[in-house]
């Protein structure tokens, strides 16, 4: 049972330009949602989370959508860098059990 | 700035023997997690750990898998006896409240 789906797995963007990775879930129990990025050989280092009651979350090049009516969120990056070249990875996070759950993961490069 | 640290960072090991992954918290965080990914795929939930005991496990944590908190510091991960498709990268989380640092991983390969 797949409750979090990044239905992308692979996205290439030019340098400079918007990067947007998309992420649906069934469970509507979250209550927030995190976003990860990993590099190979290394762990997923935290991004940006935002929770179910908001619709919007910025930091810095980074902002998160949440659109709970449709089950969905979005990353967004501008304007995108070299260095953010490296899978993405959305994830669910229910209070009370304190696990995350991935999504497959969207390969990101940026093209210089 | 804290972080998880795990050890070793490369695990060779028979298919049958026995392996303890070791995995350093950040001190102030009071959840403890493992997670792997097999090769290509995604991360998937093992265990998380809350107060010196499993909080909850996925189905992939059975009975060869085991984990503990010694020292108040340490929080291993034991595989009683490997098999082939317990190879992966194993990685070590832990949290305060919302998100999840990880440790740099552990690559276990079973021969």
């Known amino acids: 049972d797949q409750q979090v789906k990044q239905n992308s797995p692979s996205l290439s963007v030019q340098e400079g330009r918007i990067s947007i990775l998309n992420c649906d879930y069934t469970?509507?129990?979250?209550?927030?949602f995190l976003w990860y990025k990993k590099y190979p050989a290394e762990g997923p280092t935290f991004l940006i989370s935002?929770?179910?009651?908001?619709d919007k979350n910025e930091d810095g090049r980074f902002t998160v959508f949440l659109n709970k009516s449709a089950k969905h969120l979005s990353l967004h990056i501008v304007p995108s860098q070299p260095g953010d070249s490296a899978v993405y990875f959305c994830?669910?996070?229910?209070?009370?059990?304190?696990?995350?759950?991935f999504g497959t993961g969207t390969r990101l490069t940026i093209i210089p | 700035e804290p972080e998880v640290t795990q050890t070793p960072s490369h695990q060779v090991t028979q298919m049958g023997q026995e392996v303890i992954l070791r995995c350093v918290p950040i001190?102030?965080?009071?959840?403890f997690y493992w997670y792997r990914q097999i090769l290509g795929q995604k991360v998937e939930f093992l265990v998380s750990?809350?107060?010196?005991?499993?909080?909850?496990k996925s189905e992939i944590f059975d009975d060869q898998f085991s984990v503990e908190r010694p020292d108040g510091s340490n929080f291993t991960l034991k595989i009683r006896s490997t098999k082939l498709e317990d190879s992966a990268m194993y990685f070590c989380?832990?949290?305060?409240?919302?998100?999840?640092?990880f440790g740099q991983g552990t690559r276990l390969t079973v021969v």
């Open positions: 750990f809350y107060n010196n005991e499993i909080s909850e």
């Open positions: 989380a832990s949290t305060e409240y919302t998100e999840a640092f």
């Open positions: 001190s102030n965080h009071l959840y």
């Open positions: 994830a669910g996070l229910m209070r009370g059990n304190e696990k995350l759950t």
């Open positions: 469970n509507s129990m979250f209550d927030y």
């Open positions: 935002i929770s179910s009651i908001k």
